[in-house]
């Protein structure tokens, strides 16, 4: 059973910066793809940013060029820098690992952590 915990979240002034951390326990290696979610209110949950098992990073388009995803698959550990961060930014971020095999997937989620951008 693969348990994810996120950190790193808070209040931060338009223009600010902010790092998440998702730490992994379990069963977790490099062949899971490793992402970031968020959901605002009133909305749906989004991808942000994924990187996958192989290295290829994808992100919405509203965070190119402000967001980076990176990870430490010694550590377990999925990192998302977040600068000039907007109000729109303002959501519940949500790491997740997801492994496939043959055509099946196996979803694991952390608790998630609020971000607020707010002057």
């Known amino acids: 059973q693969v348990q994810l915990v996120e950190s790193g979240g808070g209040l931060v002034q338009p223009g600010g910066s902010l790092r998440l951390s998702c730490v992994a326990s379990g069963s977790i290696s490099s062949r899971y793809d490793m992402g970031w979610y968020r959901q605002a209110p009133g909305k749906q949950r989004e991808l942000v940013a994924v990187?996958?098992?192989?290295?290829?990073?994808n992100y919405v388009d509203s965070v190119k060029g402000r967001f980076t995803i990176s990870r430490d698959n010694v550590k377990s550990m999925v990192l998302l820098q977040m600068n000039s961060l907007k109000v729109e930014d303002t959501a519940i971020y949500y790491c997740?690992?997801?492994?496939?095999?043959?055509?099946?997937?196996?979803?694991?989620w952390g608790q998630g952590t609020q971000v607020t951008v707010s002057s």
């Open positions: 997740n690992a997801r492994y496939s095999w043959f055509g099946s997937t196996w979803d694991y």
């Open positions: 990187i996958t098992s192989g290295d290829n990073i």
